[in-house]
């Protein structure tokens, strides 16, 4: 039984509330309308964490329904992937069926590059966007090689190259009101809508490469790869707890006239919250992040005892972040010089951290609590920047 379903039926029957989580998480389990016939043989994947995603098994092919993380009463898709060789059940659109594993496909973020490159499976692989952002040194290697192909910036991608590829499915991050995906919707290459950014916390993205693995053939790989995930975030999370003190975190800085901050639901939000740190903005319960007014953020934040920092290339130094904008000298964390910085071009944070929170989650418990001893020693994402 899905956990949101036995949540609502653990609430006294006579709520109003139940009937309607219930009418609204139904659905979403076995489709009632919503593009597929699937009969009740089937056995679903256990999911603890992921609230937008289900898979159920039959024999021979898996249902994947991802809901509407923006209208949680709808779904954005329905897909069934089919083992090759196997016939296609009924009730069907071409667009919705992927034959697995597949065997070329196109990634449109290096987070999940990084993925499905750690499953083994760099070979379906047939091209990328945003190649600048790939730092996995076996994908980079077949960049430059021709043997992936660049197909361009992901907002406004190469779309005849993609084509010319003959991709089995294209991988890409949905968006709200984004419109749909122009001629690509019409190309009849199944577009998989990575919604994992959209879940309430790491160990619900995490989850979702139990659904990349049955993407690529490695099913049991890749719910081994989360259980082991799982384990680890749990027990740095447990530790955590011990603590009594709690920092508060601001996190990033001003691009262009907004500062992009986690919400209160967000992946990062939560991981703030779990190795015990304050995130300031976490009453805002929506997942995702928060586009403020750097004014805004100052009023809220300004009493933040670390700030971290992702960039990329330019190196960062306290000097070079107060020129950049005088705002940010009137934080207290930046007086203190307390300000830690992540260069993804080195680091790999963005490539490993979705599906690997734990490596974070330790990195960022030893920056907020290094009295804390901890089982292993974490990767070092965020390390304290220069004066």
Known sequence: MHILQFKA???PLGKTLTSIILLTVLPFLHGCGNGGTVSSEGEEVELKYADNLSLTEFDGYTVVKVRNPWDTTRLLQTYVLVDNGMEVPSGFSKDQVINVPLKRSVIYSSVHNGLVNELGASSAIAGVCDSEYVYEPVLKDKIRKGEI???GNSMSPNIEKIMSLSPGAILLSPFENSGGHGKLSQAGIPIVECADYMETSPLARAEWMKFYGRLYGEPDKADSLFAETERQYL???RIAATTTSRPKVLMDRIYGQSWNLPAGKSTMGIMIQDAGGI????????????KLSPEKVL??????????????YTPLTLKSLGEDNKLYTQFKAYKEGRVYGSD?????IFEDVAFHPQWLLGNLIALFHPELSLPVEGKLYFEKIKP
């Open 299 to 312: 009023y809220e934040a300004q009493d933040a005892d670390i700030w971290l920092i992702r960039f990329a």
């Open 9 to 11: 039926m653990r609430m």
């Open 279 to 290: 995130n300031p903005f976490s009453d805002v319960k929506v997942s995702g992040s928060l």
């Open 235 to 237: 027990e740095l999370k």
């Open 149 to 151: 192909a660049d197909c």
């Open 344 to 348: 993804s071009s080195r680091t790999r």
